[in-house]
């Protein structure tokens, strides 16, 4: 069974800060990789995606990917409260065509 | 506007009862997927659709139908419903292309009460 782990949290970090949430996949083999925010009781939006190793920036956040350790982070820079919600990763199973996600890590931003 | 619009909100029905869910996308993508997220907010994938085809069903009861009669429409039809289907459904859509997914853009769900 093809797994995407994450530490479920809550993540609590102070206005200004940076958080970094991190998440492991089991699939060698997976190519595409995400992450969605979700608003409690909204649906997930995807805030970035990466491919390849090594950093992406966007805005405020940083999507870091290491294939061989199989390791997947996202980093906000300047947390703000806004920022608040769970933070989903996920990961394409290519072989499965669907979109695997973790159990998500409740993020707080205290002001 | 809306990209994946998916009726109803909210659903409160008794047990035993047959319920279905509709869903529409408008972003021209060939997958569309049904999701279930448990009151743990653990999203887990049941169906998947490519261009009506069913692709996926992950080992989820056969009450549960779902039905794409073009490839920007899928429905799910639940039969019997059961205590335990009590949920957020969220239908999704993407488009893979050379076996990579783009993002999923995901309907505003479901809400499923089973009484």
């Known amino acids: 069974q093809k797994e995407v782990e994450q530490n479920s949290g809550p993540l609590s970090v102070p206005e200004g800060a940076i958080a970094s949430l991190n998440c492991t996949y089991s699939d060698r083999v997976s190519q595409s990789f995400f992450w969605y925010r979700q608003y409690s009781g909204k649906s997930p939006e995807l805030i970035m995606s990466?491919?390849?190793?090594g950093d992406k920036e966007d805005g405020r956040f940083t999507a870091q990917l290491n294939k061989a350790s199989q390791y997947v982070s996202l980093l906000i820079r300047d947390s703000q409260p806004s920022d608040s919600a769970t933070y989903l990763c996920a990961v394409f199973d290519t072989g499965g065509f669907k979109t695997i996600f973790g159990a998500g890590t409740r993020l707080f931003v205290k002001a | 506007d809306t990209a994946v619009s998916q009726t109803p909100k909210y659903l409160v029905t008794q047990m035993g009862n047959d319920k279905s869910i509709k869903c529409e996308q408008n972003?021209?993508?060939?997958?569309m997927y049904w999701y279930k997220q448990d009151s743990k907010k653990f999203l887990k994938i049941m169906f998947s659709?490519?261009?009506?085809?069913?692709?996926i069903n992950e080992t989820v009861p056969n009450r549960f139908s779902p039905k794409s009669p073009d490839k920007a429409h899928l429905n799910l039809h639940i039969n019997s419903l059961e205590l335990g289907d009590s949920a957020v459904y969220f239908c999704?859509?993407?488009?893979?292309?050379?076996?990579?997914?783009?993002?999923?853009?995901f309907g505003s769900g479901t809400q499923l009460s089973v009484l």
């Open positions: 659709y490519n261009n009506k085809e069913l692709i």
């Open positions: 999704a859509s993407s488009q893979v292309t050379g076996g990579a997914s783009e993002k999923l853009f």
């Open positions: 972003l021209g993508h060939d997958t």
């Open positions: 990466i491919y390849s190793n």
